[in-house]
Structure formats: C-alpha cells, structure tokens
C-alpha cells in the first residue's frame, strides 16, 4: 500500500476461487473502484485550493462591505469639488 490507496500489485494479487472471469473482472473493478474511494478520501492535495478559496472569498466580502463607505466618501469629495469649481464662472 502506498499511504491509504491501494497499489495494482496488491489488487493484482488478491484471489478469488470458484469464480468465473467475468466474475473476477467485476470483483477487481470493484476493488480497484474502493481503491480510487480511498485515495480521494484521504488525499490533501486539494486542500490548498479550498483555502485559498476562502481567503479569496473572505477578501471579496471584505472588500463589499467596505464599498459602502468608500462611495460615500467618493461621493462627498466630487460634491466639494462642485461646489467649489460651481463658485467660479467663465
């Protein structure tokens, strides 16, 4: 065994008596179908990408939340802007 995943020689090497082919062809499939199970179950690999996916999630939410006051403040410095430049005429 290679960590939790089952390797080909040991599928290979497990018997079956009184079995058919065809039988012992699906058996294997099946052994081989566990196999792949375990090694999705306890691979972390793919938990990097899970985090940075939520990191990223976090900053976009973050970054939402502080719109609000950021367009206000944007908001105020165009009005005095206006208002100064509005005092001055041509």
Not at 12 to 23: K, M
Not at 43 to 61: C, H, K, S, T, W
Request: neutral net charge; proline residues 0%; contains cysteine.
């Amino acid at each position: 065994m290679t960590g939790n995943c089952l390797d080909v020689k040991s599928r290979q090497s497990i018997q079956f008596s009184n079995d058919t082919l065809e039988g012992k062809r699906m058996r294997l499939a099946i052994l081989e179908l566990i196999g792949r199970l375990q090694c999705l179950i306890f691979r972390e690999d793919g938990q990097d990408l899970v985090e940075y996916a939520l990191v990223v999630a976090m900053i976009a939410f973050a970054a939402t939340a502080g719109m609000k006051t950021l367009a206000s403040g944007i908001n105020t410095a165009f009005t005095h802007i206006n208002t100064v430049l509005g005092n001055y005429t041509v």
